[in-house]
């Protein structure tokens, strides 16, 4: 299963950037989609995920700022993004996990897209 993001570049404090994600290949079923993000000098972190059955859950430090959504019929997963601060800038990683048959589940990770955010 393969993902590809779009969105991102470079964007001033406050800023309201949407990123987006589609899914493709061999897809039986989803059970997650989510956001993840790594800023420089530090550990890839969560932050949104939104599961099939289930709760959506934020990162606090986004929580308020951001939505996450989804278009099953499309296999897409989109984040936007609000009131966007210095301290997110990093690379945004949209993961996606699910089963390419029954019990054959897969993990997929999109490539990344830089945001940066800075006046």
């Known amino acids: 299963v393969q993902l590809q993001a779009s969105g991102g570049g470079l964007v001033q404090p406050g800023g309201s950037p949407r990123l987006s994600c589609a899914a493709s290949?061999?897809?039986?079923?989803?059970?997650?989609m989510g956001w993840y993000r790594q800023a420089p000098g530090k550990e890839r972190e969560l932050v949104a995920v939104?599961?099939?059955?289930?709760?959506?859950n934020y990162a606090d430090s986004v929580k308020g700022r951001f939505t996450i959504s989804r278009d099953d019929a499309k296999n897409m997963v989109d984040l936007q993004m609000d009131s966007l601060k210095p301290e997110d800038t990093a690379v945004y990683y949209c993961?996606?996990?699910?089963?390419?048959?029954?019990?054959?589940?897969?993990?997929?990770w999109g490539q990344g897209t830089l945001v940066t955010v800075s006046s």
């Open positions: 993961n996606v996990r699910g089963n390419i048959r029954w019990r054959a589940p897969f993990a997929s």
């Open positions: 290949g061999s897809i039986f079923s989803i059970t997650e």
């Open positions: 939104s599961p099939t059955a289930g709760r959506t």
